[in-house]
């Protein structure tokens, strides 16, 4: 949807291990994002991108880590440092972030179930 | 941190009747964006308000930006049951990522 893929739409871990999630958009942005959605807790920001190469922690960034080595990909990857990770991810791009015009284009997302 | 608080959470109304959720800052927002997120589905943009005190339609939906650009509005007059889902507002103060609101949840029921 909106030029942005995330895969798989479930995904199943055990306890312990690593897991590293999937955005590839082809809408030319520069900026990307990672959120966690949890019931009742809205959208809560992860990391975000600005450029490749470069990339800020957002609220909740402790127990997660990216890469952003092309333009086009932004992947998650939940480490088994973060405490409750079953949740659903959401990710985005925008053009750019800062300016009145960047409306953000949200992926189908990946429901994350650690067992 | 910024923060946009959004009021009420939940709100369950018949088919038919009118549908109103706000939207709140602690500091001025440049910009506010209102999303739409079905239920299974992700956020979908509806739409951008720049301007102080700057109205918008969409069909059924109003959107309004309040005059000091801290509060906003959604408001759905007479609602269908496609209309159910969590909308979002989110805004921004500066050089930042948007800061999402909780969300309010609409049940239409038929």
């Known amino acids: 949807d909106g030029g942005i893929t995330q895969s798989p739409k479930y995904l199943f871990r055990k306890e312990g291990q690593n897991v590293t999630l999937s955005c590839e958009q082809n809408?030319?942005?520069?900026?990307m994002y990672w959120y966690r959605q949890d019931p009742g807790q809205g959208l809560r920001l992860i990391y975000y991108?600005?450029?490749?190469?470069?990339?800020q922690k957002g609220d909740i960034a402790e127990g997660y880590s990216v890469s952003r080595e092309k333009k086009e990909s932004f992947p998650l990857t939940v480490t088994s440092a973060q405490k409750n990770p079953t949740a659903f991810y959401l990710c985005?791009?925008?053009?750019?972030?800062?300016?009145?015009?960047?409306?953000?284009?949200f992926g189908p997302g990946t429901r994350l179930t650690v067992l | 941190g910024q923060q946009v608080m959004q009021i009420p959470q939940y709100q369950h109304v018949q088919e038919g009747e009118d549908f109103t959720t706000y939207c709140n800052s602690s500091?001025?927002?440049?910009?506010i964006q209102w999303y739409k997120q079905r239920p299974g589905g992700h956020p979908v943009f509806l739409i951008q308000?720049?301007?102080?005190?700057e109205v918008k339609k969409q069909k059924r939906l109003t959107f309004q930006f309040g005059e000091a650009k801290k509060n906003s509005s959604l408001h759905i007059t007479a609602t269908q049951t496609t209309d159910v889902g969590t909308y979002f507002c989110?805004?921004?103060?500066?050089?930042?990522?948007?800061?999402f609101g909780k969300g309010t949840r609409l049940s239409v029921i038929a």
């Open positions: 985005a791009s925008s053009p750019r972030i800062g300016r009145s015009t960047d409306t953000q284009y």
């Open positions: 809408l030319n942005h520069d900026a």
């Open positions: 991108s600005q450029i490749v190469n470069d990339f």
């Open positions: 500091t001025t927002l440049s910009n």
């Open positions: 308000l720049v301007k102080s005190g």
């Open positions: 989110a805004g921004r103060g500066g050089n930042t990522p948007l800061v």
